[in-house]
């Protein structure tokens, strides 16, 4: 064998190391394990300090596991006049698609034009090359060229028909074609992130939840908290604390904090769902909804909701509403999801689409704009929210970051950590982690890797399988292939997915999977887009099962709260 390119996975494993948690003061203890203290770990890790975080369920199981898989270049914030954040924004794609190229990946967006005025190819086409030119360095950095976004064109009626020929084309005179970029897996992209964090001496401990600060005067000099699996309590020392648990941040303030005044975040339940059935067109398009953006200074007729394409499935969204029901209450009934359908076949008739089509909706929670009581037309956050709980409450070590979007995990997660630094008196140190690759991204060309892989292995794996691999693991794909060359029932898939037998294996050994909904929804592709079928579950389960000493009792037990995921109306 022949595993030039990639490196084993077994030589970068992630280990539960709750004991470590207690044996040592930290420079800095995160809490939440979403994308953003994902980032912030790995920033922290890159500038030496000593960093332990830790995550009440899962990582990547809150906001982060909810979302449309976009990585937004800002082209949105210019019909708001924001310039700078239109290239932050810019920057930050560039960076994922730099860093994590196995994860992340350009995605052409078509915008169908109609008429004149505002609708009109004119004034598209103004903002968009307007875009380009302000956005002319996005793809410094970016070694495959497959990852570059390339500039704006347009595309005149027929060739739109040609690829939407069920489009509405009364007034239509063509479209306009920019690129964003889109998440492969963004729980995976969670898990580089911690992964990375890990390889540079970080702890990393899910299932353990914050449950209190420790405090000496005005000073935060740890936390407790509470090991889930085996319920044993923990004093976690640390000389700084920044609190990263998303929607479920400031209500850690409010239960721990009673005198300090803690405000109340406006949260908006961000919402999409999949349906399994792609276009003909690999483009993403944006068709005009019901609803219109109070905040922008020049804009279209309407807001847009987009059918996007991943994977086999197609993403429909996304839908706002604000939502102040605790966190763990998120859900969208089939009233809504009706609603929801009702929009996009009144944007988009020809879709027709029903209920059952809709195979997986996502639902997460993210800091919102201010809203009357009542608004349809609803200001969106635009702003992770930093706290410095030194300046706000006369109390030190303790910073609070509740981020937006994904896009800008990386630069505000670098932020807080400077300010951290601060803290700690080590102002000079700074983390390139806009150009250093996280765990498995090392990647020049990721066709290449697919094919070298491909080739090298003897397992007769399917080309599909193998792109797979290394879509979610990257230059690690090669310690899964060599992981099933050693036991050959591990090369073996599970139902008619692409997903290896050895895959769950790892995931359990090496990935700090300890339920089944952490394998088949944040380790895999099982279960990310539609229910794999009972059958294929209970499969995955029996091989954790050996593994984690499940007798049948919990077996059936992990598989029903898999199954409660998807709606119930598709059960």
Request: hydrophobic share 40%; net charge neutral; with cysteine.
């Amino acid at each position: 064998m022949k595993w030039s390119v990639f490196t084993s996975i077994w030589k970068k494993t992630v280990q539960r190391a709750v004991t470590k948690l207690e044996d040592q003061e930290f420079d800095l203890v995160i809490i939440g394990g979403g994308i953003f203290a994902a980032c912030a770990a790995w920033d922290a890790s890159l500038r030496g300090l000593s960093v332990a975080i830790i995550e009440q369920e899962d990582f990547g199981s809150g906001s982060s596991a909810n979302s449309l898989k976009f990585i937004h270049g800002g082209i949105r914030y210019l019909q708001h006049g924001d310039i700078i954040r239109l290239k932050s924004s810019c920057r930050e794609r560039s960076a994922m698609l730099r860093i994590a190229p196995h994860l992340v990946s350009p995605l052409p967006v078509l915008i169908p034009t109609y008429g004149h005025g505002k609708s009109g190819k004119l004034f598209l086409g103004i903002g968009m090359y307007l875009y380009d030119l302000l956005t002319l360095g996005r793809n410094r950095g970016i070694r495959d060229s497959e990852r570059h976004i390339p500039l704006t064109r347009f595309l005149n009626k027929k060739e739109v028909l040609l690829e939407y020929p069920d489009l509405d084309s009364n007034g239509l005179t063509g479209a306009a074609l920019f690129s964003d970029a889109q998440m492969y897996n963004p729980l995976r992209l969670v898990l580089s992130f911690v992964k990375s964090a890990v390889d540079r001496g970080a702890v990393a401990a899910n299932y353990v939840a914050a449950e209190n600060f420790i405090r000496d005067g005005r000073r935060i000099v740890g936390v407790q908290a509470r090991d889930r699996m085996t319920n044993k309590q923990l004093n976690i020392k640390a000389r700084t604390v920044l609190n990263a648990a998303g929607p479920w941040s400031d209500r850690l303030l409010q239960q721990t904090m009673p005198d300090i005044e803690v405000q109340k975040n406006v949260y908006s339940r961000d919402a999409c769902f999949l349906i399994k059935r792609r276009f003909s067109s690999p483009r993403a398009i944006a068709v005009q909804a019901q609803t219109k953006d109070p905040d922008a200074l020049l804009s279209r007729p309407a807001r847009h909701l987009f059918l996007v394409p991943w994977r086999e499935y197609t993403l429909v969204g996304v839908w706002h509403v604000i939502y102040d029901k605790h966190p763990e209450q998120v859900d969208v009934d089939k009233e809504e999801i009706q609603s929801f359908i009702d929009e996009i076949n009144w944007a988009y008739p020809s879709l027709k689409l029903m209920t059952k089509d809709v195979c997986m909706w996502n639902a997460g929670l993210v800091p919102f704009g201010d809203n009357d009581e009542g608004a349809k037309n609803l200001s969106y956050g635009k702003r992770s929210h930093f706290i410095d709980h030194k300046i706000e409450d006369d109390l030190d070590n303790l910073v609070t970051l509740i981020g937006v979007r994904y896009t800008t995990a990386r630069g505000d997660s670098a932020k807080a950590i400077n300010l951290i630094c601060k803290k700690l008196g080590l102002k000079g140190r700074v983390a390139k982690t806009d150009s250093i690759s996280v765990a498995g991204g090392d990647i020049a060309d990721f066709e290449s890797t697919v094919h070298k892989l491909y080739e090298e292995q003897a397992l007769n794996l399917s080309e599909d399988c193998v792109r797979a691999l290394v879509h979610n693991y990257g230059t690690e794909a090669g310690g899964i292939v060599a992981l099933a060359q050693q036991d050959k029932p591990l090369a073996a898939t599970l139902g008619d997915t692409q997903v290896l037998k050895a895959e769950v294996v790892n995931a359990v050994k090496n990935e700090l999977a300890y339920n089944l909904t952490d394998v088949v929804f944040r380790r895999t592709d099982l279960a990310s887009g539609s229910n794999p079928g009972k059958s294929v579950l209970k499969e995955c389960a029996e091989i954790m099962s050996g593994l984690l000493n499940w007798d049948e009792q919990e077996i059936n037990k992990q598989v029903d709260k898999v199954l409660q995921r998807f709606p119930a109306w598709n059960l």
